[in-house]
């Protein structure tokens, strides 16, 4: 039986996907959206102290500061997240209340994440690992 056992961790392994390794551990944002009159979307460097950290069980974490109206503005916030049964290369953030419908959509692009937010204009923002 102990034979058996390095070919069952390979198999485990093997199942784990790049994606999902990729996105574990501890991101920094590091720009955030802006829409020009023309609709289009470029991104500016941001000063706020905010980071995202995924962890294996599918559970996230957001903590950092924010600055709203001239005051930094402690955030905190958690839930768990699930690929997307709709739109392939996403996941979804659900927040830890279930009530709750905020819930948030992220992208993996370019050892990046985009983190999108469901308003009229769409803002994302861009984390990189730290």
């Given at each position: 039986?102990?034979?058996?056992?390095?070919?069952f961790?390979?198999?485990?392994?093997?199942?784990?996907?790049?994606?999902?390794?990729?996105?574990?551990?501890?991101?920094?944002?590091?720009?955030?959206s802006?829409?020009?009159e023309?609709?289009?979307?470029?991104?500016?460097?941001?000063?706020?102290?905010?980071?995202?950290?995924?962890?294996?069980?599918?559970?996230?974490?957001?903590?950092?500061?924010?600055?709203?109206?001239s005051?930094?503005?402690?955030?905190?916030?958690k839930?768990?997240?699930?690929?997307?049964?709709?739109?392939?290369d996403?996941?979804?953030?659900?927040?830890?209340?279930?009530?709750?419908?905020?819930?948030?959509?992220?992208?993996i692009?370019?050892?990046n994440?985009?983190?999108?937010?469901?308003?009229?204009?769409?803002?994302?923002?861009?984390?990189?690992?730290?």
């Open positions: 039986m102990k034979r058996y056992y390095p070919l961790i390979f198999l485990i392994l093997l199942s784990c996907t790049e994606k999902e390794d990729i996105i574990l551990g501890k991101w920094k944002l590091t720009e955030i802006t829409n020009d023309d609709g289009n979307i470029q991104f500016e460097k941001t000063l706020n102290e905010k980071f995202i950290t995924f962890y294996y069980d599918g559970k996230y974490f957001i903590e950092g500061t924010i600055l709203v109206n005051k930094n503005e402690k955030i905190e916030r839930g768990i997240y699930k690929d997307s049964k709709m739109q392939k996403f996941k979804i953030l659900y927040p830890e209340r279930k009530k709750s419908k905020n819930y948030l959509m992220l992208k692009k370019d050892k994440i985009y983190i999108q937010y469901p308003y009229d204009y769409p803002i994302y923002e861009k984390y990189e690992k730290t």
